[in-house]
Every structure is written in C-alpha cells, then in structure tokens.
C-alpha cells in the first residue's frame, strides 16, 4: 500500500478526454508573489508555462523559489518520457493503481506496451475497460503475473504533478516514507548527439546532460563514459568528449539556409521501446524563426520524440545546419488547446554553436583537421556520427 499522503496525491486520473489545464501555484524567489500555471518547457535558464487562460508566459529561473527549481529539473525529465491522449485497455486494477495495455486506436505513440499508472482505482475502474488520458512517466513497476514470474514495466501517473511528486519520493536519501512499490531509483535520461571531431568531441543539447552525475555515449555496443566540455545554458547547448575515435560531421553554415529546404534529423527517441537503434524523420524548415519569433531557432516539421533532442539536423548537402532541441510539450497544448500540435518542432541554428566550440581549447583547431568523405548518403553520415547520450541525473 502507498502512504495516505500519496494516495491524496494521486486520488484523480484523467478518465476519457480531459479537459481544463492541470495548473499548480508558482513562487518567487522571496515568497511574495505566486501564480497558476503548467510547465511547458524549461531550458535553463528559460521556464516556460501556460496559464490557465491559454496564453505562454517565458521567464527566468532566478525569479523562482528553490522548491520550483527544483520542480522544473524533475519535470523536465518527466516530460521527457511523457505522452498525450494514449488510449488504453485496463487488464487489471491494483491497491496502489491499474496494470494497463496500450491501445492502436488513434495513437502515433503505439507500441503495445504494458503499463502501471498509480493511483487509487478500485471503485471507480473495471478491468477490460477501455480509457483515454495523458500518462507521465513515474520510473518502473515490479510485479508477480498470474504464472508467478516476475515482470518490471514502465509506469505512470496521470499529472506531471503526480510524477514529480512519485519521483521526489524514489530521489529521496531517506527510507521514511517509501514503501517497497515506490522503490528507490536513478533519474536517468537519453538524448541523442553528433560528432564533430574524430577525437571524441560530441555535441548534445545543454539539458540532456546538465546535472548529470554520470554521462555515457553509445559507441557501437558499449556505453563509454563522457565528461561535459563546455555548456551554453541560454542557447541550450553542449560539448562532451569521450575517450574514443569517433566520426565528425560537418557543421554547416545557416547564411545558406531557405525556408522550405529540406532535413533529415538523426537521434535515438523512445529507446526503452523503439530501441537503441538509429531512426531517421525528414521534413522541411517550415519556419526561420522559433516560437515567439526568436531569432536563434528554425521551426522544423521532421517528427520529433522524446529521446531526439541534441541530434543533428542534417541538410541535403550533408552538413548539420542546426540542433534539434525542442518540441512543444504535447499534452499541455492538448489541455490548452483540446488537439495535438502536428510537427512543431525546433532546432538551434549552428550559428550559436560556434561561439561555444572556439571557446573550448584547440577544438577550432581540430576541427579545421577532419575530413568528411563526399560519397556517403545522408543516412550513412547520420548512422556512423550520431550517438546515444544516457545520463544518471542529480537532481539538486
């Protein structure tokens, strides 16, 4: 059984289509001032949150109080493994939630997976019934199958409230509270990444590894551990270097950039179901400028998941023109807005990448030495010099 407190926690599930915006109360730094609001996004040092009439609000973190700092890192990891409107079998109802199976219907994220989502069930949900609803990653689920054999899922909770809260408990040093279903675990987090030296320099989105107590990067079959180089938190980005040969792809210049040129980007998104395997999603540059106008992004339409940030955009002439680095987060627009944004997506121009590589010593330098063979295809340059970035989170 899980404590009375996370039961009050976790009392509501969104059942069917939901409807109205799942806001909690801001602080600032000092206490005096709150406001109601959803997390979005946050790219340090930049949060952004939808208020309850639908419109975005963008700030910095330095105006929020440490317990919602705090709140933004865990959420952020959350939302990372989140997804909007997953319709939904339940096979069973639990003491402390429902096992559930994962539904085609309507669902772009379909892998017909077996699911724990907390929460008190029993006298509001029958097995076989079908639901609807936003899940937010909460970490695994161990249980006993009818055969008595032992199985592990992911699980969820149905507000991101909810699973920041499950994770706060699973983080916690102290044993007091936890009860063996709410088992202590890392926050771990996957990105994706691309060389750009042949010595192992890779580059990667600032808050796939800000954090971080351990990085790795997937070469071949092994995981090798990463040091952070150099970080750019305003622009959301990162240079790690691995002890390792790896193969660079050129960083192109944007002045030759077009509305409409085409893209490939390259990254490793949902490996937990899809696998550690490269996956490749074209599209076009739908936008020279970001949300808000901000000059630094391109608006992409290339299909992008969790687990895709910091990979490469790759132009057709096989040069990274930008770095994916955000989506809009799915299910507060869906709560916003009652529909799924198609597509909306972005990445940092290349532009912004520079300043941070001729800050690292000699990087320049190496990078005026490599070479980049002309007779490979787009997805051949993606597959030998994109990597899998896995990293262990501290979460103060």
């Not at 289509?17 to 600032?28: D, I, M, Q, T």
């Not at 208020?51 to 933004?72: I, P, Q, V, W």
């Not at 180089?229 to 792809?249: E, R, S, Y």
């Not at 179901?273 to 074209?282: D, I």
């Amino acid at each position: 059984m899980i404590p009375a407190a996370m039961r009050l926690i976790l009392a509501t599930l969104f059942l069917s289509v939901v409807h109205g915006l799942n806001a909690r109360e801001w602080k600032s730094t000092d206490g005096t001032k709150t406001f109601q609001g959803q997390l979005i996004s946050y790219r340090p040092p930049e949060v952004t949150v939808i208020l309850k009439n639908g419109t975005h609000m963008s700030f910095n973190e330095k105006l929020l109080s440490k317990a919602d700092k705090r709140y933004c890192v865990l959420a952020n990891r959350v939302l990372s493994n989140s997804f909007p409107s997953i319709p939904f079998k339940v096979i069973q109802v639990l003491d402390d939630g429902m096992l559930v199976n994962e539904l085609p219907t309507n669902n772009p994220y379909y892998s017909n997976e077996f699911m724990m989502i907390w929460g008190d069930f029993k006298h509001d949900v029958a097995d076989n019934e079908l639901y609807r609803g936003d899940i937010y990653w909460a970490g695994s689920y161990t249980y006993t199958d009818g055969k008595g054999y032992e199985r592990t899922v992911r699980s969820f909770a149905s507000s991101l409230d909810d699973a920041v809260a499950i994770w706060e408990y699973r983080l916690s040093p102290s044993e007091k509270g936890r009860t063996p279903k709410l088992t202590k675990e890392i926050l771990s987090s996957s990105g994706s990444g691309f060389a750009v030296t042949s010595i192992g320099h890779v580059v990667t989105n600032a808050h796939v590894v800000d954090g971080a107590q351990k990085i790795s990067v997937r070469l071949g079959d092994k995981l090798v551990a990463a040091k952070l180089v150099a970080i750019d938190q305003q622009n959301d980005l990162a240079v790690i270097k691995v002890d390792g040969a790896t193969l660079p792809l050129k960083v192109g210049e944007t002045d030759a950039v077009r509305l409409g040129d085409e893209i490939t980007v390259g990254g490793f998104p949902n490996p937990d179901m899809q696998g550690t395997s490269l996956k490749l999603t074209r599209g076009v540059i739908s936008g020279m400028k970001g949300a808000h106008d901000d000059v630094r992004h391109y608006q992409i339409d290339a299909a992008i998941q969790p687990g895709n940030s910091g990979g490469p955009l790759l132009s057709t002439g096989r040069s990274v023109v930008g770095v994916v680095n955000a989506r809009l987060n799915d299910s507060a627009v869906v709560l916003a807005t009652g529909s799924i944004p198609q597509n909306v997506n972005y990445a940092i121009k290349t532009d912004y990448l520079m300043p941070l590589i001729r800050g690292v010593d000699g990087l320049t330098e190496q990078i005026a030495k490599e070479t980049y063979p002309q007779e490979l295809s787009i997805g051949q340059c993606l597959e030998r010099s994109a990597y899998q970035i896995i990293c262990d989170l501290s979460p103060e």
